[in-house]
C-alpha cells in the first residue's frame, strides 16, 4: 500500500525559496500521478500542481505558474515542490498525493487516492 509523507516545510520571508519533499513507501510511483495542494486557515483545500506517471507532463494552477516547480526522481520515488517568490498567500499547510492513472494528472482532490498528512509553509516577514 503506497504511503506518503511531506517534509521541507517551514518559516520562509516573502520572495524566499522553500522546496518540499514527498517520499513514498510501499510502491514505486512509477504508477502513479501525483499532485499537491493546499489549504490554508478558513480556505478550501485547493491544487497546486500535478505530474502524470507516463511521460513527466506537468499542470499548474494559474497562481502558481512560473513560481512553483512540480518534480519527480523515480529513482528516489520521491516528488519534489520547489517554491520561489513565495508570497504570504501562500501560507498553508501543503499535501501530497497521489493516483492510478496513466491519464493526465487533474487538480481534482477527489480524484486522489492516497494522501499524506502535510507539511506547515509559512510565508511571513
Known amino acids: 500500500q503506497l504511503q506518503l509523507v511531506e517534509s521541507g516545510g517551514g518559516l520562509v520571508q516573502p520572495g524566499g525559496s522553500l522546496r518540499l519533499s514527498c517520499a513514498a513507501s510501499?510502491?514505486?510511483?512509477?504508477?502513479?500521478?501525483v499532485g499537491w495542494f493546499r489549504q490554508a486557515p478558513g480556505k478550501e483545500r485547493e491544487g497546486v500542481s500535478c505530474?502524470?506517471?507516463?511521460?513527466?507532463?506537468?499542470y499548474y494552477a494559474n497562481s502558481m505558474k512560473g513560481r512553483f516547480t512540480i518534480s519527480r526522481d523515480n529513482a528516489k520515488n520521491t516528488v519534489y515542490l520547489q517554491m520561489n517568490s513565495l508570497k504570504p498567500e501562500d501560507t498553508a499547510v501543503y499535501y501530497c498525493?497521489?493516483?492510478?492513472?496513466?491519464?493526465?494528472?487533474?487538480?481534482?482532490?477527489?480524484?486522489?487516492?492516497?494522501w499524506g498528512q502535510g507539511t506547515q509553509v509559512t510565508v511571513s516577514s
Open positions: 498525493a497521489a493516483w492510478t492513472t496513466t491519464r493526465a494528472c487533474v487538480l481534482t482532490q477527489t480524484e486522489y487516492h492516497y
Open positions: 510501499g510502491s514505486t510511483l512509477n504508477y502513479y500521478a
Open positions: 505530474a502524470t506517471s507516463h511521460d513527466g507532463s506537468t
